[in-house]
């Protein structure tokens, strides 16, 4: 088999070549869950043009969040109680396998039906390569790899619409999903051939699957995501069906939390939430998730409706967000390895993300691409600070044993933080935009003008007082969605003051200064207590 190393115990300066590589098979297991709807966008109206179903067209994206989002956690679970290695392999096959079936889909039914199948086993990458990480790399030298993970992100965002536009025109809407297979097939093979971990089973026991909890979360995390999705689109705030989904997920939450104190082995153990470090990364994420996603949707359609930029290069209008985030996230990783130092980051994002809003709330039809592209780099400059921060404190501050859940909570929490700003920030923008057209053309002009579409080509066949009017109306719709986006923000900045400084379990033994004692008992660090490096009994062998 060759050595083995120990990998809570590996020094910075013996890293393996193939902790390397397995390393390499998560990013591309990574850039496979990040990069698929970025392509699948820029695929869709060809899509529609040959499977027809432009009314279920929402579904083929809807299908795909809602399978993911309602799996996150199970998956976590799952790697816990069964061993890291097994559920990840599982996952990445169960993605590739509706990759496949979604490529070779006949009617707009089946490709949503695949696209599910597809999310369900996307859930478990994202968890599977954070709580791998988790167990091969010590918090204090994790974050010298936040600058790569950071980079995948960009990449995904940044490549996604163009390699999407690229393979759809070139080859056919189905590679879109094809070209998952080769890529997975690789990270399929690199992380078998490579990574060995041991089984867990409950010490020779047969663990016991909590079920209710899984079905109920399951239910809960359904019906929120239809809220986000549906409300203020599909069906108004007010409707029966919103306020009905709304009551399912509040009494499905609370049965959920009921459940868990009595399951033998709950799928999200609440005694996580006890450490307050862990809750405040939980809150955080989610406020990250809010203001990236709504960033990520807006921006471009104010460049493109206001300040006539192309939508085939849509990627691109969001490298100075994408770079400073990338940039930043390196250099906090590197602090934080050497220092061991990580309470200034949140402060710091926070503060960022907070102000980097707010300077995009001021944007209107006169704002040139560089002042744009300064304020998007603010923001981004925030989200570095926070991104990778708040996963590994959130590791950090949990025993090894619930890498897993700790791992698919904190992605959990991003992901639904990301459900409500597309969701708000969307009806808030709507709502402004049908507003400032009514106000400058009348309720009718508006109405006929509202059907056009928010590009420069489309807009510039409108008759210049539409356009001008439209122009308007996006502003001020951005406005409004960036400046909720800086309110709910500031929230985030307020939580990160209460963040605990609980010393960063290390690879090497414990720092003469009595670092290993710096929890507030029970409620932080728990992982930490008493162990500043605790060996989870895995290796990895070439």
Sequence with gaps: MGETVKTAETSEGVKPRSVRVVLMALMIAMLLAMLDNMIIGTAMPTIVGELGGLEHLSWVVTA??????????????IGDMYGRKGSFLTSIVIFLIGSALSGMAQD??????????????????????MAIIGDLIPPRERGKYQGMMAGVMALAMIGGPLVGGTITDHMGWRWSFYINLPLGAVALAMVTAVLHLPKKTGEGERPKIDYLGAALLTVAITSTVLVTTWGGTEYAWGSGQIIGLIVVGVVSTAAFLYAETKAAEPVMPLHIFRSRNFTLMSVIGFLVGFAMFGGVLYLPLF???????????????????LLSMMVVSLIAGRVTT??????????????LMVVGLFLLATMDTGTSRLVSGVYMAVLG????????????????????????????????????GGSFGVALMGSLFTSRVTDTMADRLGPEAAGAAGSAQLDAASLAKLPEAVRDAYQHAVAAGTHSAFLLGAAIAVLGFAAAWFVKEVPLRGAGPAPADGA????????????????????PQESLAH
């Design 64 to 77: 795909y969040t809602l399978a993911t989002a309602a799996s996150t956690p199970i998956w976590g679970k």
């Design 303 to 321: 460049q493109q409706a206001v300040q006539g930029a192309s939508a085939t290069n849509s990627g691109l209008l969001l490298l100075p967000m």
């Design 381 to 416: 400059a925030g989200l570095g600070f926070l991104m990778q921060i708040t996963m590994l404190v959130a590791q950090n501050s949990v025993e090894m044993k619930d890498m897993g859940v700790a791992s698919s909570s904190a992605t959990l929490f991003r992901t639904l």
């Design 516 to 535: 290993e004692d710096g929890t507030d008992g029970s409620t932080d660090g728990g992982a930490d207590k008493g162990k500043a490096a605790p060996a």
């Design 338 to 351: 050497n220092s061991g130092k990580y309470k200034i980051f949140p402060i710091v994002g926070g503060a």
């Design 108 to 129: 707009m039914g089946q490709l949503i039906g695949f696209r599910a199948i597809q999310g369900l086993g996307a859930g478990g990458l994202m968890v599977g390569v």
